[in-house]
């Protein structure tokens, strides 16, 4: 049966939540002014080493807390009163993430993958299978998006396209071939690839969300090319 992703195209996708100088990507209050202005919301997350699964895009602290440690080598309680960015405001869980969201809007969570494929996604199921919003899991990592057609087929699922060091004849090839055994029911990719033959190929078929827009003018360019558009500094395309 046909899934249905019409709830991908409510509204603008706020990345990371909406997040500026004062309030971090992937906090608690950048999810709750999106959910105020009713944008779907895009996540990252990772698996700690103790099981837990915390809501943060980067694999290192570095950037956002200053400390060179890798999350996957990280427990819960190490994390948890670490304040991101020089904020108040800390790593949360991801069932935190998802009482505060509520179903409210829906979700995009892209599954970070610095650990061997099966191990986050038994994880995240565990939680995903209760929760009764609309919500749909991506990931670079074919392999991962494969899991999920395997073991969750039920879920709605994406295929995140990188261009980054292959050239383009390994680029397609490779695309090809991952589509062909993830069966992905939507491809997520740079908005400057619009004009690539595999995108606008794909695009015929299933729908194409691209990443990341940071201003009104690209915005407008592009927001026809595309099924949505994933948004930074949403508050300044009004």
């Known amino acids: 049966m046909k899934k249905d992703l019409s709830f991908l195209k409510q509204n603008v996708i706020a990345h990371r939540g909406l997040h500026n100088l004062e309030i971090p990507e992937n906090s608690i209050k950048a999810f709750e002014k999106a959910i105020d202005k009713n944008y779907i919301i895009e996540l990252d997350v990772h698996l700690l080493k103790d099981g837990n699964i915390v809501v943060f895009h980067?694999?290192?602290?570095?950037r956002m807390a200053e400390i060179n440690k890798n999350l996957k080598d990280c427990t819960y309680n190490e994390l948890k009163d670490i304040k991101i960015l020089n904020t108040q405001y800390t790593i949360p869980k991801l069932e935190s993430v998802l009482k505060i969201i509520d179903g409210r809007v829906p979700i995009i969570i892209e599954l970070k993958y610095d650990r061997m494929v099966g191990?986050?996604?038994?994880?995240?199921?565990k939680i995903l299978d209760n929760y009764k919003g609309r919500f749909c899991i991506k990931s670079f990592s074919p392999l991962s998006i494969i899991w999920f057609r395997i073991n969750r087929p039920n879920y709605v699922r994406g295929l995140l396209i990188s261009s980054r060091n292959r050239t383009l004849k390994e680029r397609i090839v490779k695309s090809n071939l991952m589509l062909t055994l993830s069966k992905p029911d939507f491809i997520s990719c740079n908005y400057k690839l619009f004009n690539s033959k595999l995108i606008n190929k794909y695009k015929k078929k299933?729908?194409?969300?691209?990443?990341?827009?940071?201003?009104?003018?690209?915005y407008l360019k592009y927001k026809d090319c595309f099924y949505n558009l994933i948004c930074e500094n949403i508050d300044s395309f009004e």
């Open 58 to 62: 980067d694999d290192n602290l570095k």
């Open 119 to 125: 191990k986050l996604e038994k994880e995240i199921v």
């Open 206 to 218: 299933i729908p194409i969300i691209a990443w990341t827009i940071k201003n009104k003018l690209n």
